[in-house]
Nanobody, 128 residues
Framework: EVQLVESGGDLVQAGGSLRLSCAAS????????VGWFRQAPGKEREGVSG????????FYVDSVRGRFTISGDNANNTVYLRMSSLKPEDTAVYYC?????????????????????WGQGTQVTVST
């Protein structure tokens, strides 16, 4: 069965850190772009970071650049999102998604781009 499974979401105080994981089964990330998205209550889903698994190119939106780090683990077929200096406005359900062949991690911010696989989401809550 092909699926993406996110984990690592939690309740954390402002200034704290979390590491989210996106594990793939049924396929390998080798030539995929993997993106992290988030959706806060009452807001639209937004792309926050992407990685081209084949060459390691990464992208971050301005609001998370310098605080979040995306990385890929070939051995475990997993993409991580390390989040530090968390703020209350980072509170959201975080989703990962994957699409084959683009090679361009910027696609996380392209409206309407069709991603092949989506995970079920993991809740991140940052308290003041």
């Amino acid at each position: 069965e092909v699926q993406l499974v996110e984990s690592g979401g939690d309740l954390v105080q402002a200034g704290g850190s979390l590491r989210l994981s996106c594990a793939a089964s049924g396929f390998t990330f080798d030539d995929y772009v993997v993106g992290w998205f988030r959706q806060a209550p009452g807001k639209e889903r937004e792309g926050v970071s992407g990685i081209s698994f084949s060459d390691g190119d990464t992208f971050y939106v301005d609001s998370v650049r310098g605080r979040f780090t995306i990385s890929g683990d070939n051995a475990n077929n997993t993409v991580y999102l390390r989040m530090s200096s968390l703020k209350p406005e980072d509170t959201a359900v975080y989703y990962c998604a994957a699409v084959r062949g683009s090679g361009n991690p910027f696609i996380v911010i392209w409206p309407g781009y069709e991603w092949t696989y989506w995970g079920q989401g993991t809740q991140v809550t940052v308290s003041t």
